[in-house]
């Protein structure tokens, strides 16, 4: 049982280049109160999701809710291999792997079976948690008796000693109901007070104390899939393939038409359901209809009561998304792939097909199951989502292939990726939209900034080179390196640091190694796109390592990654801080880049780390502004960098300044500019950082703010008053004051007065050349 320990299961990795050809997987996967599948929702103020891993040991993988009262080390070790999950009101329950056995855990009291003592030898088939009580069909998971008589206990909250609650099993008689002890059933669910079960012969039977506010008794036809809600569940109908719902009304709202589904889930007011064409997601009742994810197909999704997760089919991660629009949602799930259906015995048929584990690219992963004879079997899929074209068609072997439109090579596939039907308006609308494109950056991206502009996602996508670590990111083969000083005049020193030409794909097995499996004593930083670890690869060569989080692997698709990544490629200069390499490899998403060994300029003025002389401040100064000018004029597509600050200001071993931490960020043409100048605005703070050895913010100094404080002192003719007083001064500290002068220029109100980088640079290179006196 692990909670966020990312992948730590699972064993050696291949390089995957990008995972576009969608992984084509799904389940039959219904979860949310008291329905089935490899991952479930415990409703409820205690509400938690577990999902089955993809590790093959079929271990259990448990998340709470954000400002969820109870720790994250309450969830016991103890959860034993499971075979499917179903949720109940703050519990969960499962079949055991190895015994089919049933198996009830909560979040708060670890380590405790909550089956009564008369169950908990009973092999079953089937599981179905509700409110308060459980129901289950006899049998054994991995068999292909699907069918049973059915036992059900209660368990109930009940006050212990420590005056908190504790969820108690026990054999009641509220489900104890001879009439159905006498059916036989392939498929439960259960609810608030209320069970319901596909009856061997065909059609639906409800029992228990509130079945009867369901408003139906009997429910015939043939159902592939339940779900159920509070006081309501829906069932997929074998015959059509749509959806049927039965009990409150107001709890699933509109029912979809027309639309045939493989998944189905059940949150408090609202159903989601996965669509049988292209695997993507629909919901009916009330919800947000933006925040359900677009782009993604799902192989299993489970509901709690206002958070629907999925195992996306791309790649196996798990997603969240609040139904209410909450966002981020109330949960933020592990960096964990995750099981895309159940297990079972025999040959897949009838449209599916077996999961092939060979896809994971896990060299000794060989199946997701914890037999070998067993076997995942999904329904194909039939279309693709946006975005995406049809490549190849189902076969028992393997799903419908999707491409990205990106690989569209020829008429095939023009149609369904809106491309115009011949190759010169192709390339004239690609022209456009090269000239129109704007990669829109989510929130999360944080300090991964915003680019506008036009870098396709061309060829880098497109292989997986089987020769292992050495590949190359394609289209920054060949890039004219960018000179770190076009100026041929050998003054002012800058940095020599030799610049990567290609970008290494790594495997992740490699920077695993290379960061000690990514401890906390290698971390040198931390921020919203994930933490950055110092690493030393096997050839020695010391590297910064950049890890996504969850959140913003979830939040950003594959393909805006691989734009951003793309881009970045194409990015270098003497005065960044360049990208090395990538790995993405198992759902994680990791990004290389030259290592920085002396650190940040924010730790050499304000910090521990070496005051510097003034001429180090000067040469900085010059080299920052030129990476940023770089980054601004030189730069296909132009960046904004929009977070320049001392500690996005690197050091490398010739004391060199680079610009760290820019990225993708969305804007319009607008925006850009105005971007821009707020970039010169902070790069100006950067400079009175330099110059005062004061912080941008010091309550120590009236007033607090360094622009409120320095900007009129400069504009009195007072600049000298300002000058850092603990490192000695020049003699002739002429050239500092023109460093304030600049500084006061890109720190004008009016942004239309502020320079541009480039006349920034050039500013500061004159100051450079007449020299510093010491
Ligand atoms: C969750 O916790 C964060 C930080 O502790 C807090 O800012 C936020 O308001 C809390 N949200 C809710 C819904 O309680
Ligand atoms: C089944 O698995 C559980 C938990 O891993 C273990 O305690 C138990 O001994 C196993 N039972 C058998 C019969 O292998
Ligand atoms: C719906 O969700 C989106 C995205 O999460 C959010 O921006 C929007 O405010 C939500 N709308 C409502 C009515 O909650
Ligand atoms: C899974 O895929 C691999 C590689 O494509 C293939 O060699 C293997 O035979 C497949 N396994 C099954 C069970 O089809
Ligand atoms: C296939 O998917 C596309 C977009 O995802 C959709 O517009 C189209 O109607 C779908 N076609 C079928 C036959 O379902
Ligand atoms: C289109 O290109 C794909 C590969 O990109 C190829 O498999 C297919 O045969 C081509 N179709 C036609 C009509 O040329
Ligand atoms: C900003 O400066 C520009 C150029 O000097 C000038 O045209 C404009 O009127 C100024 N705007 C304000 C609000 O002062």
């Known amino acids: 049982m692990k909670i966020q320990t990312c992948l730590s299961g699972l064993p050696r990795h291949n390089p995957v280049l990008f995972r576009l050809l969608l992984l084509h997987l799904f389940a039959i996967a219904a979860s949310g109160y008291g329905s089935t599948g490899p991952i479930a929702a415990a409703f409820g103020d205690d509400g938690f999701f577990c999902a089955i891993d993809a590790s093959g ?54 380590g ?16 179905a948690a509700g409110q308060n009580h459980v129901c289950a069909i006899r049998g054994f998971f991995y068999s ?71 408003g139906v008794s009997r429910v015939s036809g043939d159902f592939v899939t339940l779900a159920s809600g509070r006081g309501s569940f829906c069932g997929i109908s074998s015959a059509s393939g749509e959806v049927e719902c039965w009990g409150k009304a107001d709890e699933y709202g509109v029912l979809p038409v027309g639309t045939r589904f493989v998944g189905l889930s059940a949150g408090a007011v609202h159903f989601c359901g996965i669509r049988e064409n292209d695997h993507g997601i629909e919901c009916w009742g009330s919800f947000n209809d933006s925040a359900i994810p677009k782009g993604s197909g799902f192989m299993a999704i489970a509901s709690s009561d206002f958070t629907t997760c999925g195992v996306r089919e791309v790649d196996l991660v798990l997603d969240c998304w609040g139904v209410r629009g909450q966002s981020p949602p109330d949960y933020s799930p592990p960096l964990q ?46 279309n693709c989502s946006e975005g995406y074209f049809l490549s190849s068609v189902c076969s028992e072997n393997a799903d419908r292939e999707c491409t990205a439109c990106s690989l569209c090579q020829n008429s095939s596939c023009w149609g369904v990726c809106g491309l115009p039907s011949s190759p010169e308006t192709r390339r004239q609308e690609q022209q456009e939209l090269k000239n129109l494109i704007f990669i829109v950056g989510s929130s999360v991206l944080g300090s991964m900034l915003i680019i506008i502009g036009c870098c396709l996602i061309p060829q880098m996508i497109k292989t997986k080179n089987e020769e292992g670590d050495k590949n190359h990111c394609i289209s920054c083969i060949g890039k004219q390196v960018a000179e770190a000083d076009p100026d041929p005049n050998p003054e002012p020193p800058i940095s020599v640091t030799p610049i ?48 996504a989080n969850a959140a913003t692997i979830i939040h950003t698709n594959n393909r ?16 960044i801080v360049n990208l090395l390499g990538y790995c993405i490899e198992m759902g994680e998403r990791l990004l290389v880049y030259e290592y920085m060994p002396h650190g940040t300029l924010h730790d050499h003025l304000h910090g521990e780390l070496s005051p510097l002389n003034w001429n180090l401040r000067l040469k900085i100064s010059l080299q920052a502004a030129r990476g940023l ?37 969305s804007a319009d043409d607008r925006d850009l500019n105005a971007n821009m100048e707020s970039d010169v605005y902070n790069f100006g703070i950067v400079l009175l950082e330099i110059l005062g050895g004061r912080k941008a913010y010091d309550r120590d100094y009236t007033p607090p703010g360094i622009v409120e404080w320095a900007v009129p002192l400069i504009r009195r003719g007072k600049a000298a008053a300002i000058i850092d007083r603990n490192v000695a001064l020049p003699r002739n500290v002429e050239p500092l004051l023109k460093l304030a002068d600049i500084a006061e220029l890109t720190l004008r109100e009016n942004s239309s007065e502020r320079p541009v980088m480039t006349d920034v640079a050039t500013l500061l290179d004159q100051i450079m050349k007449s020299g510093l006196a010491m």
Not at 59 to 86: G, M, Q, T, Y
Not at 341 to 346: A, E, I, L, N, V
Not at 560 to 573: A, G, P, Y
Request: hydrophobic share 35%; charged share 20%.
């Open 57 to 110: 040991k079929q271990e259990i993988i448990c998340w709470r809710k954000k400002n969820s009262s109870f720790s994250s080390s309450a969830f016991p070790d103890s959860i034993p291999p499971l075979a499917i999950v179903s949720g109940g009101e703050g519990f969960l329950c499962g079949i055991t792997s190895n015994t089919s056995r049933a198996y009830c855990w909560d979040a708060i009291n670890s």
């Open 337 to 382: 792939l995750c099981s895309p259906g159940t297990c079972s015995q025999g040959s897949c048929a009838n449209g599916k097909f077996a999961f092939n584990a060979s896809v994971l690219n896990e060299p000794d992963l060989t199946s997701l199951c914890v037999q070998k004879d067993l076997r995942i079997c999904l329904p194909c899929g039939s």
């Open 500 to 547: 990567v030409e290609t970008t290494q794909v790594f495997r992740l097995s490699e920077l695993k190694d290379a960061t000690h499996g990514f401890k906390e004593f290698n971390e040198l930083g931390r921020g919203s796109y994930g933490f950055v670890y110092k690493a030393m690869l096997s050839d020695g060569r010391q590297v910064a390592v950049k890890r």
């Open 560 to 575: 805006d990654f691989e734009t951003e990544l793309e881009i970045l490629c194409n990015i270098r200069h003497g005065n």
């Open 629 to 665: 000018e770089y980054l601004h004029k030189e730069a296909t597509p132009p960046i904004v960098h929009r977070d320049v600050k001392t500690s996005n200001i690197l050091l490398d071993s010739e004391w060199g300044a680079r610009i760290a931490d820019f990225g993708l960020l």
């Open 144 to 214: 292909n008796i699907d069918y049973g008589v059915v036992d059900c206990w209660e368990i109930r909250q009940t006050p212990n000693n420590n005056g908190n609650y504790a969820m108690v099993p026990l054999y009641g008689s509220s489900f104890h109901d001879p009439s159905i002890r006498s059916l036989v059933f392939r498929k439960i669910v259960s609810g608030e007070r209320f069970s319901c079960g596909v009856v061997k012969e065909g059609g639906v039977v409800c029992w228990g104390p509130k079945s009867a506010d369901l």
């Open 112 to 127: 405790i079976n909550l089956v009564p003592p008369m169950f908990l030898f009973t092999p079953y088939s089937q599981i």
